[in-house]
């Protein structure tokens, strides 16, 4: 039997562009679910006549907790495979079948994103700097540790669950998988910045990093 596998999407404030981030994704996986992380504006409303799956915070907890929110419904569902998109129409749905076909003998596959000029310079150098300190502590290479377009197996997902509520969650899932020794490859993904204003800042930035020296001391 073919693995089954669906489409996780958190999302905040994204009226604007969860609807046609479904419609697009649906080409490619007819199992989306979407997860509500507390928006202010139509977000829920618009997803909901999509005909997808959606979940629905009350307030906002972060994309981390959007995402586990998301798996653990995933794992009661019995889908084989988890992948994660982004709802503000960074990721391109075209490169969901190059994910699945590169986890086959792999736990897990991390998108990079080319780093071409449409990408903030804030952005590069934190994602620079942030890869360079998870080499370090935890021995994993990893060109783009930061992009959020990913795919697992759900054996993968429950070996690394994760504690993070907020955007330390992309560096948390490579701090475990380098603890439990899980297979992983990286492919190369356009993106496209329709909002160079959205994302981590250089706050979340730091909060990262510490985070990641955090767990060195308290896992490792």
Not at 31 to 52: H, L, P, Q
Not at 168 to 190: F, R
Not at 198 to 207: A, L, Y
Request: net charge positive; charged share 30%; with cysteine.
């Amino acid at each position: 039997m073919a693995p089954k596998a669906s489409i996780i999407i958190p999302a905040y404030n994204e009226e604007k562009h969860i609807g046609q981030v479904i419609r697009k994704t649906r080409r490619f996986c007819k199992n989306i679910i979407v997860v509500d992380d507390g928006s202010k504006d139509r977000t829920y409303e618009k997803a909901k006549k999509e005909n997808v799956t959606v979940l629905k915070h009350t307030i906002n907890l972060g994309k981390g907790a959007a995402l586990k929110t998301g798996s653990e419904y995933a794992i009661r569902k019995e889908y084989d495979i988890l992948v994660f998109m982004d709802s503000d129409g960074q990721h391109m749905p075209e490169d969901i079948p190059r994910f699945l076909k590169a986890l086959k003998g792999n736990d897990i596959i991390f998108g990079s994103r080319e780093l071409n000029k449409n990408m903030p310079g804030i952005l590069k150098f934190g994602n620079w700097f942030i890869n360079k300190i998870n080499k370090i502590l935890f021995g994993i290479t990893i060109g783009d540790t930061q992009s959020g377009f990913r795919a697992m197996t759900a054996k993968a997902y429950k070996k690394i669950r994760w504690q993070s509520t907020g955007y330390s969650v992309e560096s948390e899932m490579i701090a475990n998988v380098g603890k439990k020794k899980l297979k992983y490859k990286e492919i190369k993904i356009k993106t496209i910045y329709s909002d160079k204003y959205k994302g981590t800042t250089i706050i979340d930035g730091i909060r990262i990093v510490l985070n990641m020296i955090w767990w060195k001391i308290t896992r490792w």
